[in-house]
């Protein structure tokens, strides 16, 4: 190999290896990024909502909405 082959050859491993590890960074963060994110872990139902009981819902809908519409109301006024 003469030193222009060399040359090429150095510029080509150069190339590659930064092209492969952009690739392998991108990747592992992919996967590193899902691993962490997919599975429902405990650390992600520390504070589980309360859902109303749909036959309650359905014994007292307007009273359900009203309360609803006063917290909006409190929020919206406290701003202010």
Same mark, same amino acid.
């Given at each position: 190999?003469?030193?222009?082959?060399?040359?090429?050859?150095?510029?080509?491993?150069?190339?590659? %290896?930064? +092209?492969? *590890?952009?690739? &392998?960074?991108?990747?592992?963060? *992919? *996967?590193?990024?899902?691993?962490? +994110?997919? /599975? !429902?872990? @405990? $650390? $992600?139902?520390?504070? @589980? %909502? !309360?859902?109303?009981? /749909?036959?309650? &819902?359905? #014994?007292? @809908?307007? =009273?359900?909405?009203?309360? =609803?519409?006063?917290?909006?109301?409190?929020? #919206?006024?406290?701003?202010?």
């Amino acid at each position: 190999m003469d030193w222009q082959g060399q040359k090429l050859a150095e510029q080509l491993m150069q190339i590659l %290896l930064l +092209t492969f *590890a952009v690739g &392998a960074f991108t990747a592992g963060g *992919a *996967a590193l990024t899902t691993l962490v +994110t997919v /599975p !429902n872990w @405990p $650390f $992600f139902n520390r504070h @589980p %909502l !309360n859902w109303l009981d /749909p036959s309650e &819902a359905e #014994k007292h @809908p307007k =009273q359900h909405a009203q309360k =609803q519409n006063a917290t909006v109301f409190k929020k #919206k006024s406290s701003k202010k």
